[in-house]
């Protein structure tokens, strides 16, 4: 089987699974990109993740998890679900929180992608990558041309937006690449204009010290007045800069996949169920969801932050 003929293959495989697009990109070292994230730690705009410190010579190169390496597999999957929290429910709750978590349910999809792949073709090596392990997956977009890296930090695809999940499989496998995307952003601003908080410093450069979904939800301690921003209404996660860009106004596409459907909590909770919100009803309401990361602990906090600081109507 012929490289093309294989990459076809993982093609039809991923869209059977509900993957919206499927590139490649060959195994180079990420020297430029690895440059940028020394010189974003070095400023200390990863705030409290130590974790992006510790493993900063791993993202480098995905040769240090599979040394056979020689493509890079990057995939996306839509998120956006067609409905989400009720009218009247000020607090808000970021789309990809709604939902059963990513992790789990993209993982699941990337095994049965391979073993259908390898049914075919046969054995290779490999290594999967749901945002969990230490691999630049935005870097390994932009290089195998699934889109561009907007100006919010996000990953942009023309007729797709930014509502969706990154997922790689990298392989001993060497598939065709794909060709860059140029940044299709131009001279818009909007999302940089409609961050409350200032959160992105430059084009792309985002301080998580000013973040409102660092805050919500990697942040541990209690908040302050001293080192805490203040937002309106966002108690896990934030979506504004997504919501006013206009790739997301005009083209966000909506997921079909059952699992992606915000959870009946989200659907149903009002303010005064979020505000009076106990452990027992947090565990059994949102079990298997990203919310869970904040714990209940930490989603309290979010509630008392916001309450205590929203503008007067």
């Keep these: 089987m012929t490289p093309e003929e294989a990459l076809d293959c993982f093609r039809k495989a991923a869209d059977d699974l509900g993957f919206s697009a499927l590139e490649v990109a060959p195994v180079e070292p990420l020297d430029k990109e690895a440059e940028f994230l020394h010189a974003w730690l070095q400023a200390g705009m990863h705030a409290g993740m130590d974790y992006m410190e510790r493993h900063a010579r791993l993202r ?26 009720p009218e ?12 059963k978590d990513y992790h789990k349910v993209l993982k699941k999809k990337l095994k049965r992608l391979v ?22 997956e935005k870097a390994w977009a932009v290089r195998a041309g699934i889109g561009w890296a907007g100006k919010n930090g996000n990953l942009l695809r023309p007729r797709e937006g930014s509502f969706f999940f990154l997922s790689e499989i990298i392989t001993n496998l060497e598939l065709p690449g794909g060709t860059p995307m140029r940044d299709l952003c131009g001279t818009c601003r909007r999302c940089i204009e409609a961050c409350p908080t200032d959160a992105i410093v430059a084009d792309g450069v985002v301080d ?27 108690i896990f996660g934030c979506d504004i800069c997504q919501e006013v860009c206009p790739w997301n106004i005009k083209f966000a596409r909506s997921s079909d996949e059952p699992r992606f459907q915000p959870v009946p909590a989200v659907r149903r909770f009002r303010d005064e169920d979020w505000e009076s919100l106990t452990p027992e009803i947090f565990d059994e309401a949102f079990a298997g969801t990203p919310l869970k990361r904040a714990k209940y602990e930490g989603l309290m906090r979010n509630i008392r932050w916001v309450k205590k600081h929203r503008k007067k109507p």
Aim: with cysteine; hydrophobic share 40%; net charge neutral.
């Design 60 to 85: 480098a190169d995905v040769r240090r998890l599979l040394p056979s390496a020689r493509s890079v597999i990057v995939l996306t999957h839509p998120y956006l679900a067609r409905s989400g929290q």
């Design 88 to 99: 009247g429910c000020t607090y808000k709750v970021a789309r990809y929180a709604q939902i």
């Design 115 to 136: 073993r259908t792949v390898q049914e075919v073709i046969g054995p290779f090596e490999y290594r999967l990558a749901v945002d969990s392990a230490p691999v630049m």
């Design 208 to 234: 998580a010290r000013k973040c409102i979904a660092y805050h919500t939800i990697e942040r541990k301690d209690e908040f302050s007045e001293e080192d805490t921003p203040v937002w309106d209404d966002w």
